[in-house]
């Protein structure tokens, strides 16, 4: 039976960039090597890099003055990297979920971190709109995509200050101005790679103007200057994130991904408001087009585990909702096809007809 992945992370991936990478993980372009046993510095692999360097540049229209790196840790170590490198005496924080909340927790590290709002007390059901950013903060953090709750931002809160994003969850879906960012990050393993390495993108001119010592692995400028060579990079998780770069741009770029997820998140929310067994969790405005969050209406909230078993029969993979949440997640990443959306869809379907 065929599967759909809706795994929330790690994810789908497209086909052939799976099997693009096992190729070169049994012989590394024809050296007899296995990309797993190369030494990074290997002469062929720093073309990889560099061309997915470029790749990411070109995607999201990158502008001169910004350096791209591919580091380990986690968007979770970017919590911490952030501030240590760019809060020099205030940050202000937007707290929409558990992972922008964990941010703002290692920025009090750091020095004077401020939450401008949080929707927390609603369980994080959507985005708060109305509040002030601190002009005097040196950044304003934003979570652009929260995986668990399943809303977003799609589009740039104004701000007076530099924003910096962590788009582990949409980055590549969509287009972005990165001009208005001094930093960007994302754990790969949600919309673009195999898990075990971050894509950051930095503001070369904001770096070494924060008042502390910078233990050197944390420091960004280590990683500019050695182009993400100071140490040995996840090379292989790389590998799989160039073969995606490849996809997206031969797929026609950011802008084909951005249409394909609203088709898609229009044929699963409009069944979703449709279907009388289940209702959506967060506010329409609000919605993600990545993580689609959805419960049983309250009369029919019995049917809970019966649906996941009738949907998990049926090949649905990956659909139980965050603890935090409940109810069901459909996480559609750029590699999901519009007929996996459907495959959701009928099943939600036939499951009412059945009740
Ligand atoms: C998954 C996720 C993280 C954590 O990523 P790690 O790479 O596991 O540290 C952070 N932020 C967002 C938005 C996520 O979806």
């Given amino acids: 039976m065929k599967k759909y992945n809706f795994n929330a992370g790690p994810s789908i991936l497209p086909r052939e960039v799976i099997e693009n990478t096992a190729k070169q993980i049994l012989d590394f372009n024809g050296s007899g090597l296995s990309l797993m046993e190369i030494s ?21 229209n990158v502008p001169e003055g910004y350096s791209v790196l591919f580091l380990g840790g986690g968007a979770s170590l970017q919590f911490t990297q952030v501030p240590c490198n760019f809060l020099i005496k205030k940050a202000a924080y ?14 009090k590290l750091y020095g004077e971190a401020v939450e401008v709002a949080s929707s927390a007390d609603a369980n994080y059901t ?37 924003l910096i994003g962590d788009m582990s969850s949409d980055i590549f879906s969509r287009s972005v101005d990165v001009s208005k960012y001094d930093c960007i990050y994302a754990g790969a393993q949600k919309n673009l790679a195999m898990a075990g390495v971050t894509v950051i993108i930095v503001k070369d001119d904001k770096l070494g103007r924060a008042p502390r010592e910078i233990p050197t692995m944390l420091d960004y400028r280590t990683h500019v200057e050695k182009g993400s060579m100071f ?12 073969e995606t770069l490849r996809w997206i741009k031969k797929s026609g770029g ?17 069944e979703i408001d449709r279907n009388k067994l289940f209702k959506g969790t967060v506010r329409e405005e609000d919605r993600s087009l990545m993580n689609i969050c959805f419960v049983m209406n309250e009369e029919y909230a019995e049917l809970e585990k019966p649906f996941m078993e009738f949907a998990t029969e049926r090949g649905m993979v990956g659909i139980k909702g965050h603890r935090s949440v409940g109810g069901f997640r459909a996480s559609c990443y750029n590699a999901m ?5 459907e495959a959701l869809v009928a099943c939600m379907k036939e499951f009412e007809a059945k009740k």
């Fill in 231 to 242: 140490n040995t990079p996840p090379v292989v998780p790389i590998y799989s994130a160039l």
């Fill in 40 to 60: 990074h510095r290997a002469k062929d692999f720093q073309p990889v890099l560099d061309e997915a360097v470029a790749l990411i540049k070109e995607l999201l």
């Fill in 94 to 107: 937007l707290n929409t979920g558990v992972w922008a909340k964990k941010a703002l927790k290692e920025a």
């Fill in 126 to 162: 959507f985005i708060p709109k109305d509040y002030v950013i601190p002009t005097d903060a040196d950044y304003f953090h934003i979570t652009t995509n929260n995986t668990i709750y399943g809303t977003e931002i799609r589009r740039e809160p104004d701000s007076p200050v530099p």
């Fill in 337 to 341: 096809s519009l007929e996996g959306a």
């Fill in 254 to 270: 950011v802008e084909a991904m951005d249409k394909k997820a609203k088709q898609r998140a229009e044929i699963i929310y409009s």
